[in-house]
């Protein structure tokens, strides 16, 4: 078990630049969560996969976030057109459905900044 | 709507002193809770949860919770704080309106434990 790890830790970007985050899960979970995180607040569900099928999004996934999870293993994250209001901490978690204990692993996040 | 509070942004403790950092939920039916603790830079870190069974519920480095149905609580606590429990702790309710398992969190306490 080497926990769920995230990439890149720390992105800076330009208003309008594309960019695109990773996530490795644990290797035995099959649901995978995608979360945001801005200061002083907890952290908002994005979106889920169950293997490779993305079975739920939030309202807050506008049409400039996409998620993948090719083959059910790792996910990414990307926005388009980035927003100075995307500027946020990017969280992935990972569990087992079965037997999971519906406890949640998380990554350490990815930090996006966009000026 | 599913919810959890965090009544207090931040929670001020002698180290050696008892600890409580408070949560109320909302939802339908029984609830599955969960405390994380979240350090500088780093994701959430799982502490405990109540799925069902005594309302007592141990989990990580001394940590405690009591589940209280008719007071719709699930506060935090630890006999005697430590230093090193400073961090941000995050109460949380597992969404029962759909089978992906995502956890709906509070905005988070701040502990602050001075020697």
């Known amino acids: 078990d080497t926990g769920v790890s995230q990439d890149p830790r720390h992105k800076i970007t330009k208003r309008g630049q594309n960019v695109t985050f990773r996530c490795d899960p644990i290797s035995e979970h099959n649901r995978l969560y995608w979360y945001r995180q801005t200061l002083g607040q907890g952290p908002e569900f994005l979106t889920y996969f169950q293997n490779e099928a993305q079975l739920e999004k939030s309202r807050l996934l506008s049409d400039r976030f996409s998620a993948e999870r090719p083959k059910g293993s790792f996910s990414t994250l990307e926005i388009q057109r980035t927003e100075q209001g995307d500027s946020a901490m990017y969280l992935c978690?990972?569990?087992?459905?079965?037997?999971?204990?519906?406890?949640?692993?998380f990554g350490s996040g990815t930090q996006l900044s966009v000026l | 709507a599913q919810s959890v509070a965090q009544p207090e942004d931040q929670v001020n403790v002698a180290e050696g002193n008892p600890l409580t950092v408070k949560c109320t939920y909302s939802v339908s039916g029984n609830p599955y809770l969960f405390w994380y603790v979240q350090y500088p830079n780093r994701g959430l870190q799982f502490l405990l949860k109540y799925i069902t069974g005594d309302n007592l519920v141990k989990g990580s480095y001394g940590f405690e919770a009591e589940f209280n149905k008719s007071q719709t609580s699930f506060h935090l606590k630890k006999p005697s704080a430590l230093v090193s429990d400073s961090a941000l702790y995050f109460c949380?309710?597992?969404?029962?309106?759909?089978?992906?398992?995502?956890?709906?969190f509070g905005q988070g306490t701040e502990l602050s434990v001075k020697p």
């Open positions: 978690a990972s569990r087992d459905h079965i037997g999971g204990g519906e406890k949640l692993f």
């Open positions: 949380a309710v597992r969404d029962m309106n759909n089978q992906g398992g995502k956890l709906i």
